[in-house]
């Protein structure tokens, strides 16, 4: 298997000198135009659309054939909220060949929604591929959506029509905001996670719904952790993983103080018996950051204070990484946790590694052996890049730049006026290897700012 897996990585690292300019780079480009004509939404055009932008993207790697991987992400960014859809790429050779498709999530491709986001994938054990989308007829983050799981059959090559989790934004609902899904297959069981918005009461509570039948039925979306009622508190961003017989959740937990501020902390909660019932929160650690900043003041959206990301490895063990200052100071890097009990209790944080640069974004998987690797953005004088560290005991680093410099000035801007690649990328392992798809800008081309790549090492 080791060796089946080296032939497939080697494979996709042989595309590269061809895929991308920098030939120091391990990254292929996997992305291409848009399958979107302007004006598929069929909508006034509200704010700036930029075309053939593909933004935050996720991979999901077979368990049993590394081979065989699926990405996902948005395209055609909208300033304002999502993109005109979301493609998916699909190979099961190591990255040879890809399989394009755009699953149903939005008008621009058959759907019933102007505008998709927030996408995510996993692979369960069968082969049976799961997607999410967060669906909207909206051009804020308040409206009519829904949350969308679309599967396929056939390993990413085509998609089924979509399954509604839960729909609201309108009438009785109109002051609630589903944020952030997530989607985790372990087989029969598929289990999708978020933050339920009260936008009134600035409440988040954590939802979920769980199918056990492989996704052919669900049951009702419900409430496993409420943080309290009526009381400004709650969680975004929730990651799933098992590990121990654990089913853990893991995500950012915000606490209204009475001066008006919040306290803010990286939380988990675990349940043994499929997602039923849930433990009490455990806190992992204190949430502090700065945020990424270029030269001049303006910013990049960069996930920080809400999207954490959490991966289980071979021995049992969990692994938690997030954006934060407290080793650096006056800026920004990856910060790592580590349970060895399923869930129940973490290590004190550790920095990934040491740099004077600003990083943002970083995402984490655990190969076969048990090493660590994480993949994240580095800001300096030079631009921005894209690195990966690994580690065998979570302490000792090896940094390798995978691509760049680039110009995230370059990228979409969001309502806000920060530059945009997305609030995440996705990370995974390969058997000893490990893969990330990751949004990185092209300088000079308006119309095609960003293009998604894949790393492979």
């Known amino acids: 298997m080791k060796k089946y897996l080296v032939t497939a990585v080697v494979a996709v690292l042989a595309l590269a000198p061809t895929a991308h300019a920098d030939t120091t780079s391990t990254a292929t480009l996997i992305s291409g135009p848009s399958p979107f004509p302007a004006g598929c939404d069929h909508k006034d055009p509200v704010g700036t659309n930029y075309p053939n932008a593909e933004v935050q993207p996720d991979i999901a790697v077979d368990p049993r054939n590394p081979a065989h991987m699926v990405g996902t992400w948005q395209t055609d960014r909208w300033s304002g909220v ?72 056939d390993g990413g090559r085509t998609w089924g029509a979509p399954t509604t989790i839960t729909r609201e934004g309108t009438g009785d609902t109109s002051n609630i905001w589903n944020d952030l899904p997530t989607v985790y297959a372990t087989g029969k069981d598929v289990y999708v996670a978020w933050d339920r918005i009260n936008l009134t009461d600035g409440t988040a509570p954590i939802y979920l719904a769980h199918s056990g039948d492989g996704g052919t039925t669900w049951g009702a979306p419900r409430k496993v952790v409420g943080f309290g009622d009526g009381n400004g508190n709650g969680a975004s961003s929730i990651r799933l993983a098992t590990a121990q017989g654990n089913l853990v959740a893991f995500f950012s937990y915000y606490q209204l103080k009475p001066d008006g501020t919040y306290d803010q902390s990286w939380q988990a909660i675990r349940s043994a018996d499929r997602g039923e019932t849930w433990s009490a929160p455990t806190v992992v650690a204190p949430i502090k950051s700065v945020g990424t900043t270029l030269p001049g003041g303006k910013g990049v959206r960069d996930g920080r204070d809400i999207v954490g990301q959490l991966a289980a490895g071979p021995h049992g063990e969990l692994r938690a990484v997030w954006q934060g200052s407290q080793f650096a100071g006056d800026h920004d890097g990856s910060v790592l946790a580590t349970s060895t009990d399923g869930g129940a209790t973490w290590s004190a944080p550790v920095p990934v590694g040491s740099s004077p640069a600003q990083q943002f974004m970083p995402a984490v998987a655990v190969n076969s052996d048990g090493v660590v690797g994480v993949t994240y953005y580095q800001l300096d004088s030079t631009g921005t890049s894209y690195w990966q560290t690994t580690s065998g005991d979570g302490i000792t680093w090896h940094a390798t730049k995978l691509a760049g410099p680039f110009d995230i000035t370059t990228a979409p801007v969001v309502s806000d006026g920060r530059y945009y690649v997305g609030d995440y990328h996705g990370m995974a392992a390969a058997g000893t290897c490990f893969v990330s798809v990751f949004a990185k800008t092209n300088s000079g081309q308006p119309d095609n700012r960003t293009d998604v790549f894949l790393t492979a090492s």
């Open 82 to 153: 999502g993109g005109q859809g979301l493609v998916t790429k699909a190979t099961f050779d190591g990255g040879r060949t890809w399989t394009q498709a755009t699953p149903a999530v939005s008008t621009c491709s058959g759907g019933g929604f102007a505008r998709a986001t927030d996408t995510q994938v996993s692979i369960a054990p069968n082969g049976m591929v799961y997607l999410i989308s967060l669906s909207m007829n909206t051009t804020t983050p308040q409206g009519d959506h829904a949350l969308l799981v679309v599967k396929s059959g």
